[in-house]
Structures are given as C-alpha cells and as structure tokens.
C-alpha cells in the first residue's frame, strides 16, 4: 500500500508563490516518475510537471518560466515551485508517483488565484 500526502495549496493573489509537497509512504521500493497535474472546474486533468528519478524534468508550456518542479528522493517526496501565479493557474493539484510499473494518486489540493 502506497499513501501520498499533499501540502501547500491556498488562496494567494495573482503574481503570488505557493510551494506545494507530496510525500509518499509504505510499500516503496523506487519512484521513478514523480509527477504534478492539474484539473480545472470543467476541463480535463492536466499535465504541469514531472521528474524522473535521476532528475530530468519536463514542464507544460503554459508554466514554463513561473513553476519548477523538483524531489527529494531520501524523503521520497516531490515539489512543486509555483511563482507568478495567474488567475488561470486555479484548479486542484494532483501529484502521481509511478513505482514498481504503478500509479498512485495523491488526494489533491486546491489551488486558488485571485485576480
């Protein structure tokens, strides 16, 4: 069993920063892909950023610049480094971890941008 814990979401004003966490826990042997989504009210999840394990990276277009993904892989935890943030940026975050050829899901947390 594989839990994951998100932290970090909030209400922030645009132009704002928020550093969101996911920590994973229990039956781990290695992580290979970390990975941030996100969904929007009415829009399909999406892709914002992903690592592999030897810390090659790949962000969305649409936050390239602003967000930086990174992990931690004594503490089998992954970040992201949200700046600038913008009104469109509001939607849940998702991290998803895949491990031994699975996927995991964290529970989401919200992300919110005021204008």
């Known amino acids: 069993q594989v839990q994951l814990v998100e932290s970090g979401g909030g209400l922030v004003q645009a132009g704002g920063s928020l550093r969101l966490s996911c920590a994973a826990s229990?039956?781990?042997?290695?992580?290979?892909?970390m990975g941030w989504y996100r969904q929007a009210p009415g829009k399909q999840r999406e892709l914002v950023a992903a690592?592999?394990?030897?810390?090659?990276?790949n962000h969305a277009d649409s936050v390239k610049g602003r967000f930086t993904i990174s992990r931690d892989n004594a503490k089998n935890t992954v970040y992201l480094q949200m700046n600038s943030l913008k009104p469109e940026d509001t939607a849940v975050y998702y991290c998803?971890?895949?491990?031994?050829?699975?996927?995991?899901w964290g529970q989401g947390t919200q992300v919110t941008v005021s204008s």
């Open positions: 229990g039956n781990i042997f290695r992580i290979n892909i």
């Open positions: 998803k971890i895949d491990t031994a050829g699975r996927f995991y």
């Open positions: 690592i592999s394990s030897i810390g090659i990276t």
